[in-house]
């Protein structure tokens, strides 16, 4: 009698260990599908600085059981302020706190990137569903009709793995998306990212602490540049992250640079913002890398790109973490409704977040035009941000912060075997 043919895997596996990828292990989890995460690197941990987790984020993190291993760590900021950095006043205040809560019916959150990265990690590693190897890098991949085998080099030995689907979750750098037929490149975009952190209690800190309220996110915008700062650590710590013009610098994260760049860039701006800014003796700088959102994010075969593998974007909506988070969570509802065909499946992921990613992707393009504006514009834009009063900035992010990944699926309809 021949032997029965295998069943088709029911196993996810996921390239990469960062945001995108913890997230999406631990969403799959709690669907009920056996998790293999493979991390290049030996020692799982996030590099980077602060980031902003609006409710839109927020809230797919408390259905997955993420916020108590946050709360040490995160602040709920009572507003965005933007202020003039030519002589620091304040144009508009955009309200956060209690208010973000009961409007967003989920919090706003600040945190250093390896603090949110350490509670994912957290999570994921008590699921009995999920299994995370490092310093393994998944290299290749092959479709085939009972799903995908993947190829994962770890300690000199190439194995391959069986799987229903797999979750490229490698960056902006990807070294899959020529499994979705994409061109594999990221484009530079002509800006650069400057990234410190700095003690709360700290001599710095002082010289712009009028200016800066320690629980509140405080943006400084110039025609050149524009600085953020925000509380992290638990308000130990003060993150700031500033954006100008700059050249391309490679396929590398970051490297160190003294101050006056950045001064130079906000020339003009007031003397105790400029004072300040000297008083950090380092700071980091990435360049910033942009993917077309265009681009191709799916192989129905079994194949997809999540987060900044699929449609990395500048930083000015503050959404990359969210957009990432987003991903994972409408992916892995998206398999678990449609596991039998996972062709549906990814295009009905598509169709779900093509069009909310391209909405956010405009809205960092708005804001960084109105930010930098000069001149009349300038004028104009402070003019009118003055008189909205609070409410009203915070009714014009109802749609970017109100989205609620459950109500996107609800209202998304399974997609038909072969539809496109």
């Given amino acids: 009698m021949p032997l029965a043919a295998a069943p088709p895997s029911r196993q996810i596996v996921i390239a990469g260990g960062g945001i995108a990828g913890l997230t999406a292990a631990i969403a799959f989890a709690a669907k009920g599908f056996p998790v293999r995460l493979f991390e290049r690197v030996a020692n799982l941990q996030e590099v980077g600085a602060g980031l902003q987790l609006s409710p839109n984020a927020t809230r797919i993190l408390s259905r997955l059981g993420v916020p108590d291993f946050l709360r040490a760590a995160s602040i709920r900021p009572e507003a965005v302020l933007l202020n003039r950095a030519s002589d620091l006043r304040q144009i508009a205040r955009v309200p956060l706190g209690a208010q973000a809560t009961a409007r967003w019916k989920s919090p706003y959150l600040v945190l250093h990137r390896a603090d949110l990265h350490a509670a994912l990690l957290a999570v994921a590693s008590k699921m009995p569903e999920v299994e995370i190897v490092t310093g393994a890098t998944v290299s290749d991949a092959a479709m085939h009709p009972k799903g995908v085998t993947v190829a994962v080099d770890h300690e000199g030995l190439r194995r391959e793995i069986d799987a229903l689907l797999l979750v490229a979750a490698d960056g902006v750098w990807s070294g899959l998306r020529k499994l979705v037929g994409g061109d594999g490149a990221s484009s530079f975009s002509g800006r650069i990212a400057w990234r410190a952190t700095v003690r709360a209690e700290g001599e710095a800190v002082a010289l712009l602490?009028?200016?800066?309220?320690?629980?509140?996110?405080?943006?400084?915008?110039?025609?050149?540049?524009?600085?953020?700062?925000?509380?992290?650590?638990?308000?130990?710590?003060?993150?700031?992250?500033?954006?100008?013009?700059g050249a391309a610098q490679g396929a590398s994260w970051s490297h160190s640079s003294e101050a006056r760049p950045l001064i130079d860039a906000l020339s003009g701006a007031a003397a105790p913002l400029l004072d300040f800014l000297g008083a950090i003796g380092s700071w980091t700088v990435w360049p910033i890398h942009t993917v077309d959102p265009r681009s191709p994010w799916i192989n129905p075969g079994g194949a997809v790109l999540i987060g900044d593998a699929a449609h990395a974007m500048t930083p000015f909506a503050a959404q990359g973490a969210a957009a990432a988070i987003e991903d994972a969570y409408v992916l892995a509802a998206t398999v678990a409704d449609q596991r039998d065909d996972i062709g549906a499946a990814l295009r009905r992921y598509e169709r779900i977040r093509r069009p909310r990613v391209a909405a956010v992707a405009r809205r960092g393009a708005f804001n960084a035009f109105t930010w930098h504006a000069a001149g009349p514009i300038a004028l104009g834009r402070n003019l009118v941000l003055g008189l909205l009063p609070p409410a009203k900035l915070a009714s014009d992010l109802d749609w970017l912060y109100g989205w609620d990944a459950d109500a996107a699926l609800a209202a998304a309809p399974a997609v038909s075997a072969g539809s496109g």
């Fill in 209 to 245: 602490a009028d200016h800066m309220p320690r629980d509140c996110v405080s943006a400084f915008l110039h025609p050149r540049a524009h600085l953020v700062a925000y509380p992290v650590r638990g308000g130990s710590s003060i993150n700031l992250a500033a954006f100008t013009q």
